[in-house]
């Protein structure tokens, strides 16, 4: 049972570059969420979707877009980095019952 | 807006003992679910216990369970028989029954509160 990939697990990045962190699910659930975690700050949400084919705002989306082409991946694109996007990235996904569930993160480094 | 507070940013605890995590929330909703998640050094988001608000019986996972006063908008997390494997981050988190913000689904978290255990 894989629940969700993300990828990569790790990776360091050169300021002004650009990135997609993938999340991947074979659980079918429409509600994805991409969430980042800082020391102190608990996880935020950035972009969330409610089903194929569409997306929204969260509570910190500057820097970010998504885009949900199919059920089963939700991309996270850093359109050009800044060191203050150095995070750990969560990508989860819920079902009907509630329950949410979570990737193993991808911890990004902007140097 | 919806606020999850957890006003310990550390815990600590001796094995076998008992601990008490603390949890308040802010909403102006009747209908809600309530979770603490479980986060250890691997970086794994883990779901320890789940709460449906319209429900006053204290949900109870194994050594795990909750005292949920809903009026007092409190969840706090009793951890029995603390054992090593316990020490982790640990996050309160809120979500609505329906749609927040136009999101469905989506988790308000607490900022975590750090539980030691000490051996």
């Known amino acids: 049972i894989a629940g969700i990939t993300q990828a990569p697990t790790s990776q360091i990045l050169a300021a002004g570059r650009r990135m997609t962190l993938r999340c991947t699910q074979d659980?079918?659930?429409?509600?994805m969420y991409w969430y980042r975690q800082d020391l102190g700050l608990g996880l935020r949400l950035i972009h969330y979707s409610n089903t194929a084919g569409t997306t929204g705002k969260g509570e910190v989306p500057d820097g970010y877009s998504v885009s949900r082409a199919n059920t089963d991946d939700f991309p996270l694109t850093l359109a050009s980095a800044v060191p203050s996007q150095t995070s750990v990235y969560f990508c989860a996904s819920s079902d009907r019952q509630s329950r949410a569930f979570f990737g193993q993160g991808t911890r990004l480094t902007v140097v | 807006a919806q606020t999850v507070t957890q006003s310990q940013p550390e815990m600590s605890v001796q094995e076998a003992e008992t601990v008490t995590l603390s949890c308040t929330y802010d909403?102006?909703?009747?209908?809600?679910?309530l979770f603490w998640y479980k986060q250890p050094p691997s970086r794994q988001m883990i779901l320890v216990i789940r709460?449906?608000?319209?429900?006053?019986q204290n949900a109870t996972e194994n050594r795990f369970s909750v005292n949920f006063q809903k009026a007092a908008k409190s969840f706090s997390l009793k951890i029995s028989d603390s054992q090593l494997g316990d020490a982790a981050m640990y996050f309160c988190a809120y979500r609505s029954a329906g749609f927040y913000g136009g999101s469905q689904g989506n988790l308000i978290f607490g900022k975590g509160t750090k539980l030691s255990v000490k051996p």
């Open positions: 709460q449906e608000a319209y429900k006053q």
């Open positions: 909403t102006s909703e009747s209908d809600y679910y």
């Open positions: 659980m079918r659930h429409n509600a």
